[in-house]
């Protein structure tokens, strides 16, 4: 995942204390790291560490990071462990001064290009896409001065997602891949451009919203806050041919579905399309497809919650909190012994008796991540009474890993691979249990030219999986 | 407020661990500061300091808490500074052995009770109730050798609200004062007896809910887990006749009644009513006593959530959530400047645009605390698009300070207590206006013994507001 | 030990940070914990935790603690675990407002004045004899309205050491027990009177030295800087006549002769003697009374350093270092595991091939701490080319334990107290090995009337060795 | 400055707490920054940040840094801020697996050759000369498959200082530059070969003295811990002829004279002199060189100890510690405020009055840092009561920068660049002032083979100046 932020200020105005409060704003995107990188036209200064944006920085490090040109990082590892040097924005002193860069997604070919450079003599510090990026552009910038063209003729060597803030001393350029398979957008006010992973976090800032960058756009904002847009010229190729009966929005791209059912949050517009309606609009498809007699919805939280709202409007069973998360969840606790495992749920996830006792009870959530997990907690709605419990899932069942950014380590669905949904209903122990169907998701969304991968095992680009094992 | 957490072990294991978990589900009813101290039969070990429960215990400190009884605190300051002076359990060495004291609720008499016994030369480290109790404790043990009668004698003097845990050497004995103010109940394992300030804390612990304390009930928990029950022989007045059609629980007590509107969790069941139960339907109410016409209704998260569920139920309006609350926030970071007060607003909640816009909206929430802060509310969901604004409030208006132990400075309602509800709905910049009523919360709780001083100006025991003022 | 210093501002300037600094001067005396407490005339305001000066207080911290009158401590752990309970100063309400009360040295009848008040109802929160201070002094309060009688009348009910200082609202009282066991001093300048534990405090904070507590004196000072005398009217009885040719400089009194010889610093001057000019004088006469045949005399740094340069002056032997201490030393460091100790000494003293390769060399320390220790420092200066190794103690055997504040856990000499030095020598494997006579530490420091009961094992108070017991 | 320590356990037993342990012996020779890195043989783990070696490295992070090779790394800084990308090992992944580089020294054409790499498309992570030599060897790898051969065709573009430790993932080298500049020597225990900039370490670590490398040597440590030296055939240009009676340890080698004046630890002996016999002499010419009538001498500590022994010596004027430094100094604390410049000195050091007091005192100290802390600490000894102050310098007068890794913002004699003794005398304010003489100072050392530029202006090394001064 991760998520990127950056501000020109036309105004001259330094930058850091907006990005912070930007980066605040998307830290759902990411929370192993974070970083800011700014320029005073000279020079570039920046801190980057582990830990969450209010952990990061302090009022003296943000004071230190002057410059009316910024751009920041929240990192969520999906490869490598918690280490400084993967951490972003990453930065770099060239010939042609400094850089530094952001990004969202992940490459599939980076171990390619990255064992070409190495041939080539260069070397690497970390692990990060974004030093592949640094070392071809600076190769590109040997053969042409003209800063786009050789962003463009970088791009062309990757393969897979990236959303990309790059930061040279006097200038802020944003990139969307040519397949958009993650979002980015533009925002403004008075005095600065923004660039934005989501746009809550331009809400945030109170930044009016300007548009979203379309895949394969190019951005560059230099003196003045003059914005130029640049097309790359890149095929990409036919991916699956759906037949649900909704609009694409950008002819051939794939932009990923689980942003919308997931990762975004849901305050935050894709691509002009709400979140929180996808959401809602999921629960009540879902409704649909597994209609079931229920006395009482209710969500897993967080993540449930907009679907149960929406399956119950859909079901017209009535929507109640069956289950309370403890508001302090988040914070590092000392944990409970190996056979404590249930006191660990118990500790983020609370019955509520009252609602649950004597009732057929419809549990929403987003995913089935483990089966173990979500056994304990059916097992904890019943003990608090419930006569029959049946879960729904507002997402298809994922079969196949991702290789654009998102960690498989956790959203796993290792039942799902294996087992048909009456095997996983079985061993979660539920009366029945419900996956939103393919078509229900593209129809919630309400667009067809997403990333299905996931859910397909259809990949859209080229993958060499046998470079892709070893990375991993 | 505050929350206590005891554990007996008659299967004499370690108990500091359980209480550190029971802590940690109590935190909602205090964040300054927390303590925990525990006995091995012979030295009582206890550790507190300024922080959250996961801040303040760190596993190193955990280990050296050893002992089979043991009593832990959540801190939610009322008055005085950050101290760890303030903090509780409060621990004494006396001729009686070791004592420790944890105490949930404010007494109103004692100012005169300290000056008293400073008069015969007694000293105070801590401005804590609990240290009064316990050099009243040693003085009437000085008096007799049976602890019960000791701590009856103890607690005739005392005037307010107390739940308590007074922890000895090989005893614990749990408390609740006469009124009934605060909460308290008794759990069980099989090798433990519980008390705890709300039944959720049971559940964590996967512990049997076993009964509330009642009113004036002491309970003493000896070797083997025996259980012992007596009653505080002392006449609660007459406090105020409510004619609403509804039982009282107990006879004469006086509970209050912003347990069940806020500080509760909702998984909690206070004397046998569900809070969360009661939150709907306080929701649902207020939709009879305050409709409007409107398209969406939202909660302002998350006190305001059951409310609005149960306003949506009871009025047929659909429920969204036009206000996202950043999951991070709780965490410390850097403030924005003054001139910046909307901005802090916006990085704690954001609006849905897609909900709002268009829309005619009623916002629920459970008090108007400041109006500066409902008004900045109010005008963000109208920039998010809202056509019309109309806020419910989930308690009546709040006119008189509380001094059983709830913190007027912090839900102070400033505006309320001057102002009619037409004037606080112009201050704020609503469409309309509308406070739940008396005879509507005492319905929607379902009992009547309740404390509504806060609300009516009409206290349930005596107080000398002369001594009280000094105090503050 | 514990150090202790107070000042009052007659200019009404902030002393906080004033104590801070004199605190970090006084640092040697205790390394556990640090406190502050100061008064703005009306309330006091007071600060103190486990750790260093410099890192229990934080700017924030100090700027917080407002007044013109304050006094701090440095704490010593003798008893007890590292407790915030047990750090000083002690501040207490009572009904003649807030007193402030921080110690140095340990009474011999604690035990049994806290036993008598717990008696009379009277409730402990620490262990500290400050506690117990407090509560006698509020109840002679009680008695008097004399502020100066009320303290007489507590003092003549204490045995053993204490130095004291005493802040209430509006005034500082400092006092020095009648055997004068431990230092005190006042000091002064423009703005300000002082007390401080040692003059190296007064030096560093450039106050001009006014004089030496007395035995029996109590000092009170009040508004305007006005500083009154006042003479505890107290028999000491007599100790034992000890025939050395040294005059006495207060007639009964018993002054600890180990903060001559190793805790005080060596820039102080107690009583009107030179510090460090006792410890080069102590080398001096212990080549007179050990002489030995040598190349090279060494200290062990840093407490053998003055002994060494007086044992080459009377020995003419040359000076040279053939140990280096680790300037890091101090800082906390990831222990070598149980069988690397020699690591553990290694780390922290290093030798030098240069100076000890095919050397007879004298190595002089304070004392003999552990003989582990000491064997382990010997066989690295042989390692290093030591031809022979004669060890030289600047004091006598140390055979009894101390009950006046010093801890006998960190400094008890095990092996003297069994052994004769030959046996000594032989355990720690040097060709020779010599203690100061007692005879030459009184002429050393030049005063008999000194408190040497560790070396004598006659203690100059009566001592109820049961009660004592039982506190150990 | 810096210090880096190596070791290859031919047993293959885990090394990072021995290295922790080692940059403890050096953590003098660089306070800003720490590092290790170690090898399994295939893999690389490594971990840097700013801070001493204790504050930087806690147990779980030293476990996690497994492998039987390893490098570390205390960092002193001389040019760019306090950052963590600046510390070291500076570690990279390249086509020849990981390596990992940790060096002591400045080259003087870093510049240079970071602008060429630049302009053939390299990119720099940090502004260090580790990386430089990276970049360099990684190119020179691509050319021959023969390391040795790499690693000489690399340090022949290399001019300046540079103790090197470069590891490869199964094999650890060391390189001393062909002026021999700073020092590094090799020791040798049961399980390991040692790698250390100073043999203090070994000694530490209980590990053999085995040799110094010679200036130009290159050394390669491989499975079995067999050890190959090489020679780099580089002509070292002659330096400057000095007419002094003693030898050259290595021809045409210009070893850092202030590695034994101030920076090497006392108990370390370079290139086989003793470090503190080289101090203890300066004070015996000293003594010769600059006469004084005088009752006192007196270091001012830590760095004038041993010249001030050695002056006692050769002056047979009494040595006495006329000034205390405060143990605790090297915690941060609270800074006095600007007017309070003195407080500052007095809190780092004492002055011992019955020391000073009516005295004539002569002062020794290694250098003149700035003119107003001498002037200070003149000022104090006065106050303290000495009739007259002479001043007696360790060193001679430093005039010119160092561009050798001596960090001259620091160390800068500012007046004595540009003042005669005399005038300098006048400004400090003492009776008299004396310098080491060059011939004085290369006697005391006993070797010729030094350099002396900052002394003299004349480098051992060709400068560009132009690109220095660009650098810094």
């Given at each position: 995942m991760?998520?990127?932020?950056?501000i020109?200020?036309?105004?001259?105005?330094?930058?850091?204390?907006k990005?912070y409060?930007?980066?605040f704003?998307?830290q759902h995107r990411?929370q192993e790291g974070?970083g800011i990188?700014t320029?005073?036209g000279?020079?570039i200064h920046h801190?980057?560490?582990?830990g969450?944006?209010?952990?990061v920085?302090?009022d003296?490090?943000l004071?230190?990071?002057f410059?009316?040109?910024g751009?920041?990082h929240?990192?969520?590892?999906?490869?490598g462990g918690k280490a400084?040097?993967?951490?972003q924005p990453?930065?770099?002193k060239?010939s042609f001064?400094?850089?530094?860069?952001?990004?969202?997604g992940d490459l599939?070919?980076?171990n390619?290009?990255r064992?070409?450079?190495?041939?080539k003599?260069?070397?690497?510090?970390s692990s990060?896409?974004?030093?592949?990026?640094?070392?071809?552009l600076?190769r590109?910038l040997l053969?042409t001065s003209d800063?786009?063209?050789?962003?463009?003729?970088?791009l062309?060597?990757l393969?897979g997602?990236?959303?990309?803030?790059?930061m040279?001393n006097?200038?802020l350029?944003?990139?969307?891949d040519p397949w958009g398979?993650?979002p980015l957008?533009?925002g403004?006010?008075d005095e600065n451009?923004y660039i934005s992973s989501e746009d809550c976090?331009?809400t945030?800032?109170?930044?009016?919203?300007v548009?979203?960058l379309?895949?394969?756009?190019?951005?560059e904002i230099?003196d003045g806050g003059?914005?130029?847009s640049?097309?790359l010229?890149?095929?990409?190729?036919?991916?699956m041919?759906?037949?649900?009966?909704?609009p694409?929005?950008?002819?051939?791209?794939t932009t990923c579905?689980f942003e919308?059912?997931?990762?975004?949050?849901?305050d935050s517009?894709?691509d002009?399309?709400?979140?929180y309606?996808?959401?809602?609009?999921?629960?009540k498809i879902?409704?649909?497809?597994?209609?079931?007699?229920a006395?009482?919805?209710?969500?897993?939280p967080d993540?449930?919650?907009?679907?149960?709202?929406?399956?119950?409007e859909?079901?017209?069973i009535?929507?109640?909190?069956?289950?309370i998360?403890?508001?302090y969840?988040?914070?590092?606790?000392i944990?409970?012994s190996?056979?404590?495992?249930?006191?660990?749920?118990?500790?983020?996830l609370s019955p509520?008796k009252?609602?649950?006792?004597?009732k057929?009870?419809v549990?929403?959530?987003?995913s089935v991540v483990?089966?173990?997990?979500s056994?304990?907690?059916?097992n904890?709605?019943?003990?608090a009474?419930?006569?029959?419990?049946?879960?729904?899932i507002?997402?298809?069942?994922?079969?196949?890993p991702c290789y654009?950014?998102?960690?498989m380590?956790t959203?796993k669905?290792?039942?799902?691979?294996?087992?048909t949904?009456e095997e996983?209903?079985?061993?979660i122990g539920?009366?029945?249990?419900?996956?939103?169907?393919l078509e229900?998701?593209?129809?919630a969304?309400?667009?067809?030219?997403?990333?299905l991968?996931?859910?397909t095992g259809?990949?859209p680009?080229?993958?060499n999986?046998?470079k892709?094992?070893?990375?991993?």
């Amino acid at each position: 995942m991760c998520g990127i932020f950056g501000i020109y200020s036309f105004e001259r105005i330094n930058v850091a204390k907006k990005i912070y409060y930007g980066l605040f704003a998307l830290q759902h995107r990411g929370q192993e790291g974070a970083g800011i990188a700014t320029s005073d036209g000279r020079n570039i200064h920046h801190y980057k560490n582990i830990g969450l944006v209010t952990d990061v920085f302090r009022d003296d490090v943000l004071q230190n990071l002057f410059g009316y040109i910024g751009i920041g990082h929240v990192r969520y590892s999906t490869t490598g462990g918690k280490a400084v040097e993967n951490c972003q924005p990453f930065v770099v002193k060239s010939s042609f001064g400094n850089i530094a860069i952001a990004h969202n997604g992940d490459l599939v070919n980076s171990n390619e290009l990255r064992m070409d450079l190495e041939k080539k003599g260069h070397i690497f510090t970390s692990s990060t896409d974004s030093e592949v990026i640094a070392q071809l552009l600076v190769r590109e910038l040997l053969k042409t001065s003209d800063k786009i063209e050789a962003i463009k003729n970088t791009l062309k060597k990757l393969i897979g997602a990236y959303s990309l803030l790059i930061m040279f001393n006097d200038s802020l350029i944003a990139v969307r891949d040519p397949w958009g398979f993650k979002p980015l957008c533009i925002g403004r006010d008075d005095e600065n451009i923004y660039i934005s992973s989501e746009d809550c976090a331009l809400t945030t800032l109170d930044a009016e919203f300007v548009k979203d960058l379309e895949p394969g756009e190019i951005i560059e904002i230099k003196d003045g806050g003059e914005i130029s847009s640049y097309k790359l010229d890149f095929d990409v190729p036919e991916y699956m041919s759906i037949d649900v009966d909704v609009p694409s929005i950008y002819k051939g791209a794939t932009t990923c579905m689980f942003e919308y059912v997931y990762f975004a949050r849901p305050d935050s517009t894709i691509d002009g399309i709400s979140v929180y309606k996808v959401r809602k609009r999921i629960g009540k498809i879902l409704a649909k497809e597994h209609p079931v007699e229920a006395d009482v919805v209710s969500p897993i939280p967080d993540s449930g919650v907009a679907f149960a709202l929406g399956f119950s409007e859909g079901s017209k069973i009535p929507y109640y909190e069956g289950l309370i998360k403890n508001r302090y969840v988040g914070r590092t606790f000392i944990l409970p012994s190996q056979n404590e495992r249930e006191l660990a749920v118990r500790l983020k996830l609370s019955p509520v008796k009252s609602v649950l006792e004597g009732k057929r009870v419809v549990l929403v959530d987003d995913s089935v991540v483990r089966g173990t997990t979500s056994r304990r907690i059916v097992n904890m709605v019943r003990k608090a009474g419930a006569k029959e419990v049946h879960l729904r899932i507002g997402s298809p069942k994922i079969i196949s890993p991702c290789y654009y950014g998102i960690d498989m380590a956790t959203k796993k669905e290792l039942i799902a691979s294996n087992k048909t949904e009456e095997e996983i209903g079985k061993k979660i122990g539920v009366e029945s249990i419900g996956y939103l169907s393919l078509e229900g998701l593209i129809k919630a969304i309400g667009r067809k030219d997403l990333c299905l991968a996931c859910i397909t095992g259809k990949y859209p680009t080229d993958i060499n999986f046998e470079k892709i094992a070893k990375r991993l």
